[in-house]
């Protein structure tokens, strides 16, 4: 049975993605998305718009490989799963976000060009931050995906 949960997104990146790694050292990379929505109103012959914000959250390789190539405003694809989680801030207040964990990403070509350069499993990086310091306690995410 196919996921029932699947959404695909296209749009452009309002910040650079921010990686960091959980205290076990796994990647986890998030920015947030515009996606724009065009109309023509054919009651007042005006174009309409409308505007969607999304957080985009990436882990693991994924993760590295899109704070390496996408910066704010990239015009890029998503394919991934809505999820919900619970968290709390740093003053106590309980708090829950929708967000898109990302299965695939990539820069759209349809007003762009791209240079794909295939990293091969023996150099992809580990997840761990190839030797940086510890990395610190992550309020948001913890040590593990919170999925």
Known sequence: MASENSVTLVGNLTRDPELRYTQSGRAVASFGMAVNR????????????????????????????????????SRTIVTGRLEQ??????????????????????????????????????SAPSGGGGGAAAPAPDPVYGDEEPF
């Open 38 to 73: 065009r109309w023509m109103n054919r009651q007042t012959n005006e174009w309409e718009e409308n505007v969607s914000f999304f957080n985009i959250v990436a882990w693991g390789d994924l993760g590295e490989n899109a704070a390496a190539s996408l910066a704010k405003g």
């Open 85 to 122: 989680r619970e968290y709390e801030t740093r003053e106590g207040e309980k708090r829950s976000i929708t967000e898109i964990v990302a299965d695939e990403l990539g820069p759209s070509l349809r007003w762009a060009q791209a240079q794909v350069e295939r990293i091969s499993r023996d």
